[in-house]
């Protein structure tokens, strides 16, 4: 059975920087795109950005776009979430995410919380 673990979350102050790690075990993840996700408090759920299964390939949601990479090392299982010039928008739970072996798959969250 895949499982996916988060971690890496916590609190920040404006304009700091936090790196999420998304954990894979119990089956390889390295052939499938992986996401990560976020749902801030009261609102539905969102795309945050994806990487590719060899890495070449990413994307991101505008908001984040030039302050957020995504990364991954297959010989880890593991994608990360590197997060530079944080805002308090962007306080939320962050859930790492991945389609495969036909069901789809999701963390229990990180909370990440951005205040002065």
């Known amino acids: 059975q895949l499982q996916l673990v988060e971690s890496g979350g916590g609190l920040v102050q404006p304009g700091g920087s936090l790196r999420l790690s998304c954990a894979a075990s119990g089956r390889t993840v390295n052939s499938y795109n992986m996401n990560w996700f976020r749902q801030a408090p009261g609102k539905e759920r969102e795309f945050v950005a994806a990487?590719?299964?060899?890495?070449?390939?990413?994307s991101y949601v505008d908001s984040v776009k030039g302050r957020f990479t995504i990364s991954r090392d297959n010989a880890k299982n593991t994608v990360y979430l590197q997060m530079n010039s944080l805002k308090p928008e962007d306080t939320a739970v962050y859930y790492c995410?991945?389609?495969?072996?036909?069901?789809?798959?999701w963390g229990k969250g990180t909370l990440v919380t951005v205040s002065s």
């Open positions: 995410n991945v389609g495969a072996y036909g069901m789809d798959y």
């Open positions: 990487i590719s299964g060899s890495g070449r390939s990413t």
